[in-house]
């Protein structure tokens, strides 16, 4: 169990085009999921956190309007890259939050998607 | 905020050598997660460890939340063990983790 599925894996775009990735939780349910993005030979950095039916909390240095978050259902987040530039090109990743019973909650991620933007 | 450090950053090993990870953090945390992400970028979860001791095949996972350490052991390591490791952690009532940032373990056969 626990299985996160994210859409497209590899997206090659043209300056100026939107594009949206799709975060599935394929068998739980996911109140809070959470966007990061990683750069070559980095770690993760946290984008923002998602929450099934309210506005995402986004993390200090992360343009709301740039990257559009919404949380549709409880299986579904969508992460827009709105008007892409070539700085935008990286490596999104995305996780679910899956509670564990007395302990906390335990995030599971996706694939990633590789945004490249010519 | 947390700190998250972890050594050494880079590991070259030979196949069948046995290796340990080390995570250590700046605050109490309430959770801690270690990961491999493997070198088409999938994190695959290896422990979920706030304290204690945990085994899964060759790949163990100790937490002493007290010292606020935790150590990742690999014991006759493979080639498709390669990749990077990471240690995240989980503070106060948050659900948001905060990763180290990672040890790139290369293997070689």
């Known amino acids: 169990g626990a299985v996160v599925s994210q859409h497209p894996s590899r997206v090659i775009c043209k300056s100026g085009t939107s594009v949206k990735i799709e975060c599935r939780s394929l068998?739980?349910?996911?109140?809070?999921m959470f966007w990061y993005r990683q750069f070559p030979k980095q770690s993760l950095m946290l984008m923002a956190t998602?929450?099934?039916?309210?506005?995402?909390?986004?993390e200090q240095g992360v343009e709301k309007d740039k990257f559009l978050i919404n949380h549709a259902s409880l299986t579904l987040s969508t992460l827009t890259v709105t008007s892409a530039h070539p700085e935008d090109s990286s490596f999104y990743i995305c996780?679910?939050?899956?509670?564990?019973?007395?302990?906390?909650?335990?995030?599971?991620f996706g694939p990633g998607t590789r945004l490249t933007v010519l | 905020g947390i700190q998250v450090e972890q050594s050494p950053p880079d590991l070259i090993l030979q196949e069948g050598a046995n290796s340990t990870l080390r995570c250590n953090f700046s605050?109490?945390?309430?959770?801690l997660q270690w990961f491999h992400q493997n070198p088409w970028g999938q994190l695959i979860n290896l422990f979920y460890?706030?304290?204690g001791t945990k085994q899964n095949g060759r790949l163990s996972a100790t937490t002493v939340a007290t010292e606020r350490y935790s150590l990742l052991y690999i014991s006759s390591s493979q080639t498709t063990d390669s990749g990077v490791y990471f240690c995240?952690?989980?503070?106060?009532?948050?659900?948001?983790?905060?990763f180290g940032k990672g040890t790139k373990l290369t293997v070689n056969p």
């Open positions: 996780s679910a939050s899956r509670p564990r019973l007395a302990i906390g909650n335990e995030q599971f």
């Open positions: 068998d739980f349910q996911a109140t809070t």
């Open positions: 998602s929450n099934e039916g309210s506005k995402a909390t986004y």
């Open positions: 605050d109490s945390v309430n959770n």
């Open positions: 460890i706030p304290s």
């Open positions: 995240a952690v989980y503070q106060g009532g948050s659900e948001k983790l905060v």
